[in-house]
């Protein structure tokens, strides 16, 4: 085709692509599909190096510093309580009254709290050692999740940051609801346990020792029990 204003010669077929190629349109385009494999390949990459926020790590791990904690303490109490019991047990001069009968009921139930205590511990470091694969079962399978999310750049709301939400924070990265009533249950259990060791040592001395010791060591049961006391009231306020 011979271009009557300048003379030259214009290439065949330039007509046809000046008519099927719109000017806002890119030259290559990429396909939806490769985009989303794309997608999807960075998620692979950033999900095999992945870990929690730094609000969440550390959350979890004072949680988990203190369930250790309170589970070796409360282990201990059942073995004093035991030893208690073995005691009541082998000795034969303590009348079959109602003092002893409650002697036995308070060292057995202290038993048996501090060691649900210890088990709701235990549990409660179970759950935090599963919770980065939690939150990675989120990202997968849930796109309008937190962790989904903050993983793709958003950040963390901050009413979540307040020590108030701090179990809600958590559920949010995949920590189940129970976390927070395994949590409840083991404060409860590690004060009453204390609770009724320090009242069973009190009953034991008041029936094989002399008015005038039980009298000089109820105040230092008391004293010993202050910080249960500070527990309980924090607690309550809360």
Same mark, same amino acid.
């Given at each position: ?46 999900? %095999?190096?992945? &870990? =929690? !926020?730094?609000? +969440? ?5 004072? @949680?988990?510093?203190? $369930?250790?904690? /309170? ?18 047990? %082998?000795?034969? &001069? =303590? !009348?079959?009254? +109602? ?5 036995? @009921?308070?060292?057995? $139930?202290?038993? /048996? ?126």
């Amino acid at each position: 085709m011979i271009s009557l204003a300048s003379g030259t010669e214009e290439p065949q077929g330039s007509t046809f692509r000046a008519a099927n190629v719109s000017p806002n349109e890119q030259p290559f385009p990429p396909p939806p599909v490769e985009q989303t494999r794309n997608d999807t390949e960075g998620l692979s990459r950033l999900l %095999q190096e992945y &870990s =929690l !926020p730094v609000a +969440v790590a550390s959350s979890l791990t004072s @949680w988990t510093k203190g $369930a250790n904690s /309170l589970a070796v303490i409360m282990a201990l109490l059942a073995g004093v309580q035991v030893a208690l019991v073995q005691l009541v047990a %082998q000795n034969e &001069s =303590l !009348p079959n009254d +109602v003092t002893t009968r409650s002697l036995r @009921w308070f060292m057995y $139930a202290g038993v /048996l709290i501090d060691l649900g205590g210890a088990a709701s511990a235990i549990a409660i470091v179970v759950t935090s050692t599963a919770a980065v694969a939690a939150a990675r079962d989120k990202i997968i399978l849930e796109e309008d999740s937190l962790p989904h999310k903050v993983l793709k750049g958003d950040p963390i709301p901050e009413i979540l940051l307040t020590e108030e939400r701090e179990t809600e924070l958590l559920e949010e990265f995949g920590i189940p609801r129970t976390f927070k009533l395994l949590g409840w249950h083991m404060l409860i259990s590690f004060i009453t346990g204390s609770l009724f060791i320090a009242i069973s040592l009190c009953i034991w001395i008041w029936k094989t020792e002399s008015s005038v010791i039980f009298g000089t060591l109820v105040p230092l049961v008391l004293i010993t029990l202050s910080p249960v006391f500070l527990i309980l009231a924090a607690t309550v306020q809360e």
